[in-house]
T-cell receptor
Framework: QKEVEQNSGPLSVPEGAIASLNCTYS??????FFWYRQYSGKSPELIMS????GDKEDGRFTAQLNKASQYVSLLIRDSQPSDSATYLC????????????FGQGTRLTINP | GAVVSQHPSWVICKSGTSVKIECRSL??????MFWYRQFPKQSLMLMAT?????????EQGVEKDKFLINHASLTLSTLTVTSAHPEDSSFYIC????????????FGPGTRLTVL
């Protein structure tokens, strides 16, 4: 079992709809969870960080964390074509809080 | 957010030569930096942890003699790919956690290495 798992997609969502991205992780000791967006040929860009169970909202983005289920998700409301990218879930690893383990990423396409 | 720069942004070299990539934290100090490699359509793979003033920590399967890391100051880490071969062609990205008491990492823009 991979440490951090994501559905690789592609996930297609019509413009204006809600895009839902999911991630599961295996290390119950993980404390920090991140969502990064990566455009083709570019490096990852931090979108959200979440540390506590529940929801965290920032603009059109909402991160959800459920440590009991080892599940973290990202919702994008009012999806725009510019949201089309690969979304990477990252979790701090077992061997130190600063060492991140990445999922394989979900490719999201927003259709105009 | 914190700014991390990399230089060069892209480099083409001949097989057998060495290439140095620089990673700088521009507005904060970074005692730790991370080096990743990303092949097309794959996720980031951590290569090593760069530690200021001490030896780097390499991930399993990464050759430390081939990928030399130096972290000589609190704002600069370098990765040298020695005797590069075509299979080393990849997107190399560094990251650094800020010194703000969290483990949020910010990534440099990446360096595209092509070995002919």
């Amino acid at each position: 079992q991979k440490e951090v798992e994501q559905n690789s997609g592609p996930l297609s969502v019509p413009e204006g709809a809600i895009a839902s991205l999911n991630c599961t992780y295996s290390d119950r000791g993980s404390q920090s969870f991140f969502w990064y967006r990566q455009y083709s040929g570019k490096s990852p860009e931090l979108i959200m960080s979440i540390y506590s169970n529940g929801d965290k909202e920032d603009g059109r983005f909402t991160a959800q964390l459920n440590k009991a289920s080892q599940y973290v998700s990202l919702l994008i409301r009012d999806s725009q074509p510019s949201d089309s990218a690969t979304y990477l879930c990252a979790v701090n690893g077992a061997q130190g809080a600063q060492k991140l383990v990445f999922g394989q990423g979900t490719r999201l396409t927003i259709n105009p | 957010g914190a700014v991390v720069s990399q230089h060069p942004s892209w480099v083409i070299c001949k097989s057998g030569t060495s290439v140095k990539i620089e990673c700088r934290s521009l507005d904060f100090q970074a005692t730790t930096m991370f080096w990743y490699r990303q092949f097309p359509k794959q996720s980031l793979m951590l290569m090593a942890t760069s530690n200021e003033g001490s030896k780097a920590t390499y991930e399993q399967g990464v050759e430390k003699d081939k990928f030399l890391i130096n972290h000589a100051s609190l704002t600069l880490s370098t990765l040298t790919v020695t005797s590069a071969h075509p299979e080393d062609s990849s997107f190399y990205i560094c990251s650094a956690p800020t010194d703000l008491g969290t483990d949020t990492q910010y990534f440099g823009p990446g360096t595209r290495l092509t070995v002919l």
